[in-house]
């Protein structure tokens, strides 16, 4: 009997792509920086002696070098509970996607049964939709954040908004796919019930929606990090990675940007695995199909 | 009320004297219309009344109108011509009294309920007070011999099981017409034969008037106390075969020469399909 292949375990490969980045980051790094390094050199006042070593500590490194990479997360991590850390502002910014994403849930949950109700209200509402997608998000923030300011709504909430904008709209797209996808035979089950509309919609709709629901939810958390962002750049703000990256791109500070840069990054993953962990446990019955 | 100008109208009446019909299908013709062709005829001029407590089995190759009689009975479809009747109401009438359970070829359960949560559904949405359908459901559980996979979801339990909880589940508000469309066609011959036993126990305790949609001339004899035998193109009732077996059946009937009369007797009435 042939033995089963030994299971690898399943943080394995993203580990080994990990480690193949790292063992690129130096050579990539010497690469970019070389022509910085030789003029560095070339100036005599650094206390490096050749353009190899040299290349580890330019003041505005392209690719930062992993010791740099290292001192500026330190120094922007640091003092912990200080309001100008890089984790302090990341959490601002989870803060608004999370909100920008429960938002963006609940629209699309209306829409979306708004959109299966009827032909009609498809045909009324869906071209919107998809129009609302083709309004630059730059362009849009300003105006809400001075529109919502009118009404004195501030803080994190603007920020919220305009990343619901955009996550919304795989979520409805999604949800509405999901709650039509409805085997006829269930469908029929219900009617010989003489289920009302709420009943085949909580019973049976919502649980079988619920697959795409969660797929689509990971694209809109994305999307809508890149939202908060993006209106924390274009609104005026003073928390959140926006205004940092903002800051640190007017000190031409690469070091910075860098460490924000991996820092967003981080948080998008971990939004995205925790709907993963979230998926694994609401669809326990579909591990076994 | 046989109409002699027509002679594909086959009228069978119950014997003289038996009580009012609980069923009744009157000149029923179901015309689906197909883009660019002729139209496909699924029912041609059906009639049958059948008598509360009845075991009807309908059979005939595919394509005779069983299923879309079924469906037309369960207001699942609509006649083109003629009136359907059950209990003196219309089959929307029956359907939000909730007359009647529907039993599908494919169990069609939610995957994500458990087995008692399935048979719960219908008793949620007729929105049974919470103590009462538990106990209601754990009942019919019990009563198709599931009571130790309450908290077993449906790809857990093997099709034989899902079947009995579809079963389980059509029984548990109690109607007083099962429609069953092909429920054990998916099994194998021996888990089929145990669930025909596990049926005709389940008719004797609860007296309900059933029809049987199938393809197995076996079952239908073995089951029914009457056979209605339908022929395709166009959908159409061929004879309708009283059967006199002893009651209760069990493992003697399928051993009894009678039985093999009437099997016999179904071949026959089937022979235009063969030829």
């Given at each position: 009997m042939p033995n089963p292949p030994p299971a690898t375990p399943p943080w394995l490969p993203p580990l080994l792509v990990g480690g193949a980045i790292l063992l690129l980051w130096v050579p990539l790094m010497l690469l970019t920086n070389w022509s910085g390094s030789q003029d560095l050199l070339a100036r005599g006042n650094a206390d490096c002696s050749s353009v190899f070593a040299c290349a580890f500590q330019l003041?505005?490194?392209i690719i930062p070098s992993p010791p740099q990479l290292l001192r500026g997360f330190y120094q922007m991590a640091t003092p912990l509970f200080s309001t100008d850390t890089v984790l302090f502002n990341g959490l601002i910014t989870l803060g608004e996607t999370l909100l920008g994403l429960a938002l963006a849930l609940t629209l699309g949950l209306l829409t979306a049964t708004l959109l299966v109700m009827s032909r009609a209200s498809e045909r009324m509402i869906l071209p919107w939709i998809v129009a609302s997608q083709n309004v630059p998000i730059v362009a849009l923030a300003p105006v809400l954040a001075v529109l919502l300011g009118q009404y004195g709504v501030q803080g994190l909430l603007p920020k919220g908004i305009v990343a619901a904008y955009i996550a919304f709209f795989p979520l409805s797209i999604g949800i509405a796919k999901g709650l039509r996808s409805v085997p006829s035979l269930q469908l029929d089950l219900m009617h010989t019930y003489h289920a009302r509309a709420w009943q085949v919609y909580v019973w049976l709709r919502l649980p079988i929606a619920l697959p795409i629901l969660l797929t689509s939810l990971k694209i809109s958390a994305a999307m809508a990090l890149v939202g908060s962002i993006v209106a924390e750049i274009s609104i005026v703000s003073f928390a959140g990675l926006g205004p940092m990256l903002l800051s640190r791109s007017y000190y031409s500070d690469m070091v910075g940007l860098w460490v924000i840069m991996l820092v967003a990054a981080g948080l998008g993953i971990g939004l995205v695995q925790s709907i993963d962990l979230l998926e694994k446990r609401l669809l326990f019955w579909q591990r076994q199909r | 009320m046989t109409n002699l100008t027509d002679p594909c109208l086959l009228t069978h009446s119950q014997p003289q004297g038996s009580p009012a019909p609980l069923v009744t299908v009157q000149g029923v013709s179901k015309i689906y219309p197909v883009l660019g062709r002729d139209p496909v005829?699924?029912?041609?001029h059906v009639s049958l009344e059948v008598a509360a407590g009845e075991f009807i089995a309908l059979i005939g190759p595919s394509g005779c109108g069983k299923t879309t009689l079924l469906r037309i009975l369960a207001d699942l479809d609509q006649p083109t011509q003629g009136t359907v009747q059950m209990a003196g109401r219309s089959p929307q009438q029956a359907r939000q009294d909730r007359l009647y359970g529907y039993i599908f070829q494919a169990p069609t359960l939610l995957e994500w309920r458990t087995a008692l949560q399935n048979v719960l559904l219908p008793l949620q949405v007729m929105n049974w007070p919470a103590a009462e359908r538990l106990e209601k459901a754990r009942t019919m559980l019990k009563l198709v011999g599931l009571?130790?996979?309450?908290?077993?979801y449906p790809w857990q339990l093997s099709g034989g099981m899902q079947q009995r909880v579809s079963i389980a589940r059509a029984l548990a508000f109690d109607p007083d017409v099962l429609l069953m469309d092909e429920p054990f066609g998916a099994l194998d011959e021996i888990t089929r034969e145990k669930m025909n036993l596990e049926l005709l126990r389940l008719w004797e305790a609860t007296h309900k008037t059933i029809f049987f949609v199938t393809h197995s001339i076996q079952e239908a004899v073995f089951l029914s106390t009457r056979v209605v035998v339908m022929t395709p193109n166009p959908g159409q009732i061929a004879q309708i075969i009283p059967i006199d077996l002893p009651q209760p059946r069990g493992f003697e009937t399928w051993k009894d020469p009678r039985f093999f009369q009437l099997t016999t007797q179904v071949l026959e009435s089937l022979r235009e399909v063969y030829a």
């Open positions: 003041r505005n490194p | 005829v699924a029912l041609h009571e130790l996979f309450h908290h077993n």
